[in-house]
Structure formats: C-alpha cells, structure tokens
Nanobody, 116 residues
Framework: QVQQVESGGGLVQPGGSLRLSCLAS????????MGWYRQAPGKQRELVAS???????DYADSVKGRFTISRDNAKNTLYLQMNSLKPEDTAVYYC??????????WGQGTQVTVSS
C-alpha cells in the first residue's frame, strides 16, 4: 500500500527552525522526483521544494536559502529542514511526487505554525 506519513511540524517562533520528515511505504522514495508541498488556509497547495531521483534540488523563491530538502534512501524518508521561519510559512505540509501529472494518495500532512 502506497503511503506517506509526514511528521515534525509544530508551533515555532519567527526565526526558529523545524525539520519535517516523510516516511514512505509502498514505493521507493529515491526512484521518483519528490517534493514538499504546503497549503495555507484559503490558499491552493503549492510546491515549495523538490528533489529528483538524481538528487537535483529546486525551491520556490519564497523559501530559497531557508529550506533544504534531502532524502535518506536507506530509511526511505524525505526531509525538509526549515530555518529562519516566518509567519507566512504557516501551513500544512505534505510530501508527494513532483514534476508529474500523477500523484500518490495524499497523506495527512503535518501542521507548521509560526507565531510569537
């Protein structure tokens, strides 16, 4: 069964850091271009970071220089290191395939709230 379980979110003050994890099952994370998406209340889901099967990475302008996407093939897990967090980063974060019309079923996501 294909599944992604996102974790690591929470409440953090502006300027703080969080590390999100996405544990995948039913597929090999390293075989696909994968991405971290986020959806803020009232807004569409957007891709914020991606990593290809050859480990090329790309970032949305809004997070470039602050977020880092990585992957541990042995653990079949995708990560997102988020530094210098801003209130506008508040959203539910999800992982899924990137650069494809096809998506795996969406996981439950992990809530990130940046507030003082």
């Amino acid at each position: 069964q294909v599944q992604q379980v996102e974790s690591g979110g929470g409440l953090v003050q502006p300027g703080g850091s969080l590390r999100l994890s996405c544990l995948a099952s039913g597929f090999i994370v390293g075989s696909y271009a994968m991405g971290w998406y986020r959806q803020a209340p009232g807004k569409q889901r957007e891709l914020v970071a991606s990593i290809t099967s050859s480990s090329n990475t790309d970032y949305a302008d809004s997070v470039k220089g602050r977020f880092t996407i990585s992957r541990d093939n042995a653990k079949n897990t995708l990560y997102l290191q988020m530094n210098s967090l801003k209130p506008e980063d508040t959203a539910v974060y999800y992982c899924n395939r990137a650069y494809s019309m096809l998506r795996f079923p969406w996981g439950q996501g992990t809530q990130v709230t940046v507030s003082s």
